[in-house]
Every structure is written in structure tokens, then in C-alpha cells.
């Protein structure tokens, strides 16, 4: 076999590999609704009103604001600002109290949540759940646990670790392609989170759900 040869089945085998792991990444489609907290919290437990808003809304979709769960402690501070080391935008910081792994976390429902539903006669076709977080500081292990009304939240959709530190974020990309997740009338998801110890915190941005309402 010439080395041309060897060089162009070289070059055709990077290319399939290449092709299928782009396709393999293509899993958020258009955003149904988003949350980005754009406007600060003015009070340290105020857990409702301007900033829990979604900000990007699709057409024929309806959501809630995100809410906020009665479990998880009164913070110092409010849940939603900009923080130090400054990210130079607000987000939302989530000190989930005593919950120190995700067990814990569900266990003490230590989660915020938002709700999205299709208007009569369309559905929610859904590919994604994309967010960015990071830790509020340097102790480990800290994360979150997605889970769904469709089993009445009885069972984890995805669980990780958060690997940055305030103000590095991390892009997490859950996937819904699943036939669940596929022709609903309305859904909502919980985000619970854990952190070491109480005081310490995870901190969310740019929420989005992404697929299609037909």
C-alpha cells in the first residue's frame, strides 16, 4: 500500500470520527424558556419577584418564575447578585444548609425549580437542559441532581460535580432526547444542590430548556 493511500484512509477515518462526535454534541436546540437573573434581589430571603423571571419565553410555551424551596436556609445574602470575586453579571446562589452529598440534597429538598407546559393543542418536544454553575468557593465536593415531574421527582435525571471555582463557570448540558421528554403537555424540573458545609454555596446562571413546541 503507498503512502498516499495509507494517508488519505488516515485522513477519511479522523473525518468520521470528527463527524460523529460533532453529531453526538448537537443537543440543545432552540430555547424553549430561559432564566438568566437579571435583575438582583434587594433583601437576603426575598425568594420571589423581578430577577426569578423567565427572560426568553418560545412562542406557544408558558413557564413560571423559577421558585425557590421553603427548605433551603435564609442566606446572608441575596439569592440573587452579582458576588466576590465578581462575575460581573447577578446569578443565583444556592446555600443548600446541611445537605453534603446528593442524597441529602433531595432528601432535604434542598432545590429550586420552574415549571414549563405547552398552550392547547401544542406539546413540548425537549433536547436539552443547559445551565452554568460554579462553586462559591474552594471546598469539595460540591454539585447539583436534576430530577422531573414525570415520576414525581422520585428518580435522578443526571447528577455531577461542579469542577470551577467563583467566577470560573462550567457548562453543564443535560440530555432529553428521550422518548420521556418527548410530545408533553408540561413539565417541571428540580435542581438540588449540596456543598460541604452550611454557608457554602453553588451558584447558577443562564437556565435554559431547549427543544421545540409543535
Do not use: H, K
Not at 423571571?53 to 446572608?76: F, M, Q, R, Y
Not at 474552594?138 to 435522578?156: E, Q
Amino acid at each position: 500500500m503507498t503512502p498516499f493511500i495509507v494517508r488519505c484512509r488516515s485522513l477519511a477515518l479522523l473525518a468520521g470520527f470528527l463527524l460523529i462526535f460533532a453529531g453526538a454534541g448537537q443537543v440543545r436546540g432552540d430555547i424553549i424558556v430561559q432564566y438568566t437573573f437579571p435583575t438582583p434581589t434587594t433583601t437576603t430571603d426575598q425568594r420571589a419577584g423581578p430577577g426569578f423571571e423567565p427572560t426568553i419565553l418560545a412562542d406557544n410555551a408558558i413557564a413560571t418564575d423559577v421558585s425557590l424551596s421553603s427548605s433551603l436556609p435564609s442566606p446572608g445574602e441575596p439569592f440573587i447578585a452579582d458576588r466576590d470575586p465578581a462575575y460581573g453579571r447577578p446569578v443565583l446562589r444556592i446555600d443548600p444548609g446541611d445537605s453534603t452529598n446528593p442524597s441529602q440534597a433531595v432528601a432535604g429538598g434542598r432545590y429550586f425549580e420552574f415549571t414549563v407546559a405547552a398552550d392547547l393543542d401544542f406539546f413540548l418536544n425537549l433536547d436539552s437542559l443547559t445551565f452554568r454553575a460554579a462553586r462559591g468557593g474552594g471546598a469539595t465536593p460540591r454539585g447539583w441532581v436534576l430530577r422531573s415531574s414525570l415520576d414525581n421527582f422520585a428518580a435522578d435525571i443526571a447528577s455531577m460535580a461542579v469542577p470551577t471555582q467563583r467566577p470560573e463557570l462550567t457548562d453543564f448540558t443535560v440530555d432529553l432526547r428521550s422518548d420521556a421528554f418527548q410530545a408533553l403537555d408540561a413539565v417541571t424540573f428540580r435542581i438540588y444542590s449540596f456543598a460541604p458545609n452550611s454557608g457554602q454555596s453553588v451558584e447558577y446562571v443562564d437556565v435554559a430548556l431547549n427543544g421545540s413546541v409543535e
